[in-house]
């Protein structure tokens, strides 16, 4: 088995950024509240048909974590169109009346573009979630909900992802005003503190040795399976597949082995009865399963959590403390992960 690096603490450019989260949060909540109660107001008094979210990368993670709240918290059927539907094939998607909202780190990508230009032109309302807000994204869309983020230099992004899930909950929870909801929203710079001071190293030895995982979520939490997955193949060069709870029981669980572990990220809600089944099969199949979160029962790492936070807040509390754990995976694996190979902190596709 591969042997952590001495330096797997170091404090990378993605460290500190990612430690920064909380403090973000806290200014992106109070910054865009008056915001969000106006856009809640209009969307209240014209409720759109559906939505649709437009997005890249880490972004499109977060769009995920929005689609999965307004689905369930609103019940609006929202979805992911892809850019490439205006900007290769030149079609036309009919969203007169929808929700549009793209969310991007720099705003600065043709085809998030494109698809913005088009939902505005055909009569959608259109919304960025975006870090600059002097750039041509947020200029073309109508409405702006900036993520105040600051500068964001290591090119896997931490602090702006955690800050497009909160624009995200913020404004569902004010367009929906859910009282409890808006109340644990006020919670979740402390839940981000507490969840960025916990330990979760006793995952290392297993993880840094991996060149292939499963990361495991559902509803809610799925997104952030996503996102984890994405930072363990841009920083440490691992192949790691984010997958549904559901899903992997319908074939791809048949990969899994000695070699091939799962992490499983899990909330308590409606989905963790099921996330505790799937845990015990793979625990009864040998396979070796990390589990951080709600989930219980026989796993070969079991991750501490952040307790009593709200099931929404939750998988926000599970990627910030996922930060720490893949910078460390990096630098055991001999990588840099502020300065991944070929890869950009400004990526555009046409």
Same mark, same amino acid.
């Given at each position: ?35 969000? $109660?106006? #856009?809640? +107001?209009? *969307?209240?008094?014209? &409720?759109?048909?559906? !939505?649709?979210?437009? %997005?890249?990368?880490? =972004? ?118 859910? $009282?409890? #909801?808006? +109340?644990? *929203?006020?919670?979740? &710079?402390?839940?981000? !503190?507490?969840?960025? %001071?916990?330990?979760? =190293? ?149």
């Amino acid at each position: 088995m591969m042997m952590p690096d001495t330096n797997a603490n170091v404090l990378t450019a993605m460290l500190r950024e990612a430690q920064e989260a909380p403090q973000v949060v806290a200014r992106l909540l109070e910054s865009n509240a008056p915001l969000c $109660r106006d #856009l809640g +107001e209009r *969307l209240r008094a014209a &409720p759109p048909p559906f !939505a649709v979210t437009c %997005a890249r990368g880490s =972004s499109d993670n977060a769009a995920t974590f929005v689609k999965y709240l307004l689905e369930i918290h609103s019940g609006l059927v929202t979805a992911s169109v892809g850019p490439s539907v205006t900007s290769v094939y030149e079609a036309r998607p009919r969203m007169r009346d929808a929700l549009f909202l793209a969310v991007s780190q720099s705003g600065r990508s043709p085809d998030i573009l494109n698809l913005a230009r088009a939902g505005r032109d055909d009569g959608a309302l259109t919304v960025a979630l975006v870090n600059d807000t002097t750039s041509p994204l947020a200029s073309t869309c109508e409405i702006v909900l900036p993520l105040h983020a600051g500068p964001e230099k290591s090119v896997a992004a931490t602090k702006s992802f955690i800050a497009a899930l909160a624009a995200g909950l913020q404004l569902v929870a004010h367009w929906s005003q859910d $009282r409890a #909801l808006l +109340e644990a *929203l006020d919670t979740l &710079p402390d839940v981000l !503190a507490r969840a960025s %001071a916990t330990d979760w =190293s006793a995952a290392l030895p297993e993880l840094s040795d991996a060149n292939n995982l499963f990361v495991v979520g559902r509803g809610v939490g799925f997104a952030v399976a996503q996102e984890a997955a994405l930072k363990l193949k841009e920083t440490s060069g691992v192949h790691a597949e984010a997958m549904s709870a559901a899903e992997l029981m319908h074939g791809p669980w048949t990969l899994a082995g000695d070699h091939f572990p799962i992490l499983v990220l899990s909330q308590q809600d409606e989905t963790l009865s099921g996330v505790n089944d799937l845990v015990t099969k793979l625990n009864e199949q040998g396979v070796p399963v990390i589990v951080a979160g709600a989930a219980e029962g026989p796993a070969t790492v079991a991750l501490p959590g952040v307790e009593d936070a709200h099931p929404y807040l939750a998988p926000i509390a599970l990627i910030q403390s996922f930060y720490p754990l893949v910078n460390a995976i990096a630098l055991a694996r001999g990588r840099n992960p502020d300065n991944p190979p070929r890869l950009r902190k400004v990526t555009e596709t046409v």
